[in-house]
């Protein structure tokens, strides 16, 4: 069974930085493709970032230059590393099994952002 944990979410101002981690289990992520995809209150899920092969990574143009997606394969975890984060990066995070954010997700993880 697929399973995946997001943690890491929390307050943070403007401008300040977090690490979202997804743990997952049932099985590798070093063998599929993983994105994260974000849902701002009132609004519909949108794909942040995802890696796939060797590691190939792709984001979307609000979050280049500032976000870094990563994943480490002894822990079976993927990460979002988040910098100089803006209001409009409030919403809750997804990491999901699969690419372009299409596939089992797990149950988020809360940023807020404060001016």
């Known amino acids: 069974e697929v399973q995946l944990v997001e943690s890491g979410g929390g307050l943070v101002h403007f401008g300040g930085s977090l690490r979202l981690s997804c743990a997952a289990s049932g099985f590798t992520i070093n063998n599929s493709p993983m994105s994260w995809v974000r849902q701002a209150p009132g609004k519909g899920f949108e794909w942040v970032s995802d890696?796939?092969?060797?590691?190939?990574?792709r984001y979307a143009s609000s979050v280049r230059d500032r976000f870094t997606i990563s994943r480490d394969n002894a822990k079976n975890t993927l990460y979002l590393q988040m910098t100089t984060l803006t209001l409009e990066d409030t919403a809750v995070y997804y990491c999901v099994k699969g690419l372009s954010g299409s596939g089992p997700r797990g149950q988020g993880t809360q940023v807020t952002v404060s001016s």
């Open positions: 890696i796939y092969g060797a590691d190939i990574a």
